[in-house]
């Protein structure tokens, strides 16, 4: 008899989660605290059938619009500018529930699907921005990998082909790349596991995997824009959402030199203010990471404060302004009511 675990585990978090949401814990939990919500992207379901979306980057636009409504019932939403005003102030309701709605990347169908929402609903939200991708054509280095090995796992893998990749993997990712190879063989899924290998090399070193991968495979690297341009984040700025800094080019800011990253988050600030848009002079760190030299190069630029992506909630005193804390939210687990009152309500997952 084969135990499906991962299935099991859903239906006891499925299960877990209905009996909390019905019970008087969330009506008291987070009273004086403020919750920051951490989305990525909020697309339609058959744009995740034919895209290459990992599971914990979006939630469905269906999932959004009843988390939203959820949300207006059970807190006091407020705008990340109205959040730093009143740590500055102190003016802090001991009896309220606060929440922040955030984005990460300025994804194209945040404009599509999630504002909308939000528009309608008057829900204020802060989309953080990596100024060099808005209006391109570019794509984000893990979507082109993801896409690549969606292109592979449709393919018969023959021996030839294994060879060629072997060598490649090899190249890039070292002592890494031969256990990839052998999973890819096995059949398994390997994307995520390659994708937080790279995110220890240099993006030009990124840059010719992908490149050296599409050769191989014999695949031209998608062209459409999957980014908000600058129109969009302006009509937008009109109606509600602000946009913070998620650097120029996306790179983790502890793999760069000291001057790459003060470039970075000069850059990118100096580019929201020229556009005028509904600035925020609140930065993100890219994939998460930050260390205190980080934080203080972000707080010497201008920045009033850092969002990261360390799970938690805050109070009326920011433990760390250069390092706030969120909550992760994707479909795989919040994709009903109750599974979504858990994950705000609930314990403290350790992880995002």
Known sequence: MIVNVPRIKAAIRRAVAWGFHFSPIPHWRHRGKVVVLMYHRVLARQEVVLQSVQPGMYVLDSVFA????????????????QLLELWQSGQWNARARYCV????????????HAYPVLKKAGIPATIFLPTDYVGSNQWFWPDQLALLFKVLAGRKVTPEAITQLRQVF?????????????????????TDHIIEQCKQLPIERI????????TRLGVSLPQERVVVNWDEVREMSENGISFGSH?????????????????ELARSRQVLLEQGVNYVPVFCYPNGNSDAGVQRQV????????????????GPA??????????????????????FSWRVFGP?????
Request: overall charge negative.
């Open 207 to 214: 840059q010719e995997l992908v490149s050296a991968l599409a």
């Open 348 to 352: 403290v997952p350790s992880s995002v």
């Open 170 to 190: 090899l190249d890039y990712l070292g002592a890494h790349g031969g256990p990839c190879i052998e999973a890819i063989e096995r059949g398994e899924h390997v």
């Open 247 to 263: 650097s120029c080019s996306h790179r983790i800011l502890t793999t760069i030199t000291f001057d790459e990253v003060s470039a």
């Open 66 to 81: 009843q988390q939203m409504a959820f949300l207006k019932e059970e807190f006091t939403i407020l705008s990340l500018q």
């Open 299 to 314: 707080q010497a630029s201008g920045y009033a404060a850092a969002c990261s992506v360390s799970m938690g909630v805050e």
């Open 101 to 112: 709605v955030t984005f990460d990347d300025g994804w194209l169908d945040n404009y599509r």
């Open 318 to 339: 920011p433990e760390n302004k250069y390092a706030i804390r969120r909550v992760g939210i994707h479909n795989d687990i919040t994709n009903t009511i109750p599974l």
